[in-house]
């Protein structure tokens, strides 16, 4: 079984502060992604990732950073935590191939920024 | 408007009811995700379809591709089935997703 899993299940944090969010599967799958969920809007693209040290943005990118150091572990890194980045974040993982393949899904964070 | 919108947003049935859950696109896809999220926030997949029906258990999911319109049938629905459903098109090979279709099963 393909398992994706991520560092907290729940953070609750200040404004300004930098959070780190992890996310480890050990499927060896080239692609991951980050999303984050909110109510009325469903899951948005923040970043993805199809290789170590390879990034693309997403469809909202802005106030997020990320970083693949090795295969299996993808960060989201905010910088400097706003109240608007308090959402559930969504880790993802699949093959790269020509054709879309399945997306593997973590538990969830639910980031509460105070 | 968003480019995958599904229907209702909320759905409340009895132990035993007959579900179906819609979704419509407007973009061009290469297929289809019918995803279902537990409370706690994690996401399985239940369906990836191109064309015509699946069937798994008590799902079903249908896909008319002309009419850019899918559906999620449970038949015989359990309070267990309660979730958020998530119709999810894949376009150029990215995932747009709906926003999601909260189902309460009452016993």
């Known amino acids: 079984d393909v398992k994706v899993t991520q560092s907290s299940r729940y953070l609750v944090k200040r404004t300004g502060e930098k959070v780190f969010l992890e996310c480890v599967q050990d499927?060896?799958?080239?692609?991951m992604f980050w999303y984050r969920q909110d109510p009325g809007l469903g899951l948005r693209l923040i970043y993805f990732?199809?290789?170590?040290?390879?990034?693309e943005k997403g469809d909202i990118p802005e106030g997020y950073s990320v970083s693949r150091e090795k295969k299996e572990r993808f960060s989201l890194i905010l910088e400097s935590a706003s109240t608007n980045q308090t959402s559930m974040y969504l880790c993802?993982?699949?093959?790269?191939?020509?054709?879309?393949?399945?997306?593997?899904f973590g538990p969830g964070t639910r980031l509460t920024v105070l | 408007k968003n480019e995958v919108e599904q229907s209702p947003q909320n759905l409340t049935a009895q132990e035993g009811e007959f579900i179906t859950i819609n979704c419509s696109y407007s973009?061009?896809?290469?297929?289809l995700h019918w995803l279902q999220q537990h409370p706690g926030g994690g996401i399985v997949s239940l369906f990836m379809?191109?064309?015509g029906k699946k069937k798994h258990g008590r799902l079903i999911a249908t896909i008319n591709i002309q009419e850019k319109h899918s559906s999620l049938h449970i038949t015989a629905s359990h309070p267990r089935d309660s979730a958020v459903y998530i119709c999810?098109?894949?376009?150029?090979?990215?995932?747009?997703f709906g926003t999601g279709t909260r189902l309460l099963v009452s016993p």
């Open positions: 990732s199809y290789d170590v040290k390879m990034k």
């Open positions: 993802a993982s699949s093959f790269l191939g020509l054709n879309y393949n399945e997306q593997f």
């Open positions: 999810a098109v894949i376009s150029f090979q990215k995932l747009v």
């Open positions: 379809l191109s064309s």
């Open positions: 973009v061009g896809i290469s297929a």
């Open positions: 499927m060896d799958h080239e692609n």
